[in-house]
């Protein structure tokens, strides 16, 4: 514990070091809370990637990325008189305690489920506590959460008070619905040229077409983030492979017709089925 407490100590110091205004890194000086924020995010981003992965050894430097983000916005708030790192952890100390009567204390909880729920309802309270009186079902979903994911999030809390489709079959209905709409949309565009109402109306037909497949995958108990992850890294392998095979013929894949191209595709594709890839 010693040595842990040693080594996020020099974090701590290492970060304030950087923040000096007359010493440190004019970078780090010049940094505030929104021009971070971005960095925080795509740090998360790149835990997540190297847990798809499966690679520890980079789980372990991402990790430390992130715990640095977590540290630079401490230091900013204890320059500015509001909380430092000390607080950022008692404060989640308590939270967890708080949330998990179950094992901190004597209260009972049978299942998974039940727990979820008590903790929606902790947070509600917590919510209520702070003066923000939202008694919607969907009170305190973060704004600036990743699309895919509140969208998810949206669905599981209005399926709380019983809106939610019973199954597959009627979001199936549904997206198949969207996307006509969709559909129809884009008949009205010729070529590239369409007009702002044009794009507003596409953009939104779309965006009901991606939040119905945000709640077919919460129906599948899938993450559509992660689908959609493990999605581009299969096309960037399989885009790879095809450059490889045609530079190998001592082709131009840029010279080719979208016919020899999807040759080529192909031929990546069947090559990952026999090594028992996706």
């Not at 209260?107 to 947070?123: G, P």
């Not at 995958?217 to 999605?231: I, K, N, Q, T």
């Amino acid at each position: 514990m010693a040595e842990f407490s040693a080594a996020v100590e020099r974090l701590v110091e290492i970060m304030a070091r950087l923040r000096d205004p007359e010493h440190g890194c004019p970078w780090d000086v010049e940094q505030d809370f929104r021009s971070i924020a971005a960095y925080t995010i795509e740090e998360a981003y790149e835990v997540a990637d190297a847990i798809e992965q499966g690679d520890m050894p980079a789980l372990c430097d991402e990790l430390g990325d992130l715990l640095l983000q977590v540290v630079f916005h401490a230091r900013m708030a204890e320059e500015a008189g509001a909380f430092g790192l000390r607080e950022v952890a008692e404060a989640i100390n308590d939270k967890m305690v708080r949330r998990h009567p179950h094992v901190f204390a004597d209260a009972v909880v049978e299942d998974a489920e039940t727990q979820t729920r008590l903790w929606e309802e902790t947070k509600a309270a917590e919510r209520a506590a702070k003066g923000h009186h939202d008694d919607s079902a969907l009170a305190g979903i973060a704004r600036g959460m990743p699309e895919l994911a509140r969208a998810v999030k949206l669905q599981k809390r209005a399926a709380r008070v019983g809106f939610d489709w019973p199954g597959f079959e009627p979001v199936f209905a549904k997206l198949e619905e969207e996307v006509s709409e969709l559909r129809a949309e884009l008949s009205h565009v010729s070529g590239e040229c369409q007009s702002t109402t044009q794009a507003e109306r596409i953009e939104d037909e779309l965006g009901d077409v991606l939040f119905v497949v945000a709640n077919l995958a919460r129906h599948a108990g899938v993450d559509p983030a992660s689908a959609l992850r493990r999605a581009n890294a299969k096309f960037e392998r399989r885009f790879r492979r095809m450059e490889t095979l045609a530079a190998a013929d001592q082709v131009e894949l840029a010279q080719l017709d979208l016919a020899a191209q999807d040759g080529y595709w192909d031929r990546a594709k069947a090559e990952e089925r026999r090594g028992g890839t996706d």
